[in-house]
Nanobody
């Protein structure tokens, strides 16, 4: 089973940027679909950006389109989430998850509970 570790979270000002990384071990991500999700205590989980490692096709939540970019680096077995023009509403715990069978769009739209996921990294957007 693939293990995932996120990094890159922290504090940013509104309008600022952060880049999150999702590094995988234990298996190659080559055939997986990867999603970045966010969830605060007491709130529903939501899919932010998802990507197919095999063809690179991305899917984005409407509210992050044009601001966030998901990218893969197969050589490093890592997926990134570049977050620009951050808003206070982006404050949340972000985590990545990987699945061999859930389609990319379904992963982001339905935000299913995926077994292979990281521990999460806190993103706080505040002035």
């Amino acid at each position: 089973q693939v293990q995932l570790v996120e990094s890159g979270g922290g504090l940013a000002q509104p309008g600022g940027s952060l880049r999150l990384s999702c590094a995988a071990s234990g298996d190659t991500l080559e055939y997986y679909n990867i999603g970045w999700f966010r969830q605060a205590p007491g709130k529903e989980r939501e899919g932010v950006a998802c990507i197919s490692m095999s063809d690179g096709n991305p899917y984005y939540k409407d509210s992050v389109k044009g601001r966030f970019t998901i990218a893969r680096d197969s050589a490093k077995n890592t997926v990134y989430l570049q977050m620009n023009n951050l808003e206070p509403e982006d404050t949340d715990v972000y985590y990545c998850a990987a699945d061999l069978f859930v389609p990319v769009a379904t992963m982001c739209i339905r935000a299913p509970d995926i077994e292979s996921r990281g521990q999460g990294t806190q993103v706080t957007v505040s002035s």
